[in-house]
């Protein structure tokens, strides 16, 4: 979906250096989600809106939680990683 392979590999290891500073900041986001129950920093939270429009800050909310419910869901279940 555009993102490199270089990129993918980054994102595997959790380094975000190789992306623009947008995408940085939602991928912290999604860093500081995933573990907790949506809590996060402000200081994470205003470094997104920094970026995004309230419009687009809610659909990466959605994409994230979306993510981590699937996760969650096919953990629970024991379903093997395919892909």
Request: proline fraction near 5%.
């Amino acid at each position: 979906m555009g993102a490199t392979d270089e990129q993918l590999d980054a994102v595997a290891r959790g380094r975000y250096d190789g992306f623009d500073e947008a995408w940085r900041s939602a991928l912290a986001y999604a860093d500081a989600m995933t573990p907790t129950p949506g809590i996060v920093g402000e200081a994470v939270f205003a470094e997104l809106a920094r970026h995004w429009s309230p419009t687009a800050v809610v659909e990466i909310t959605a994409v994230i939680c979306m993510y981590n419910f699937f996760n969650r869901f096919a953990h629970a279940l024991d379903v093997p990683i395919t892909r």
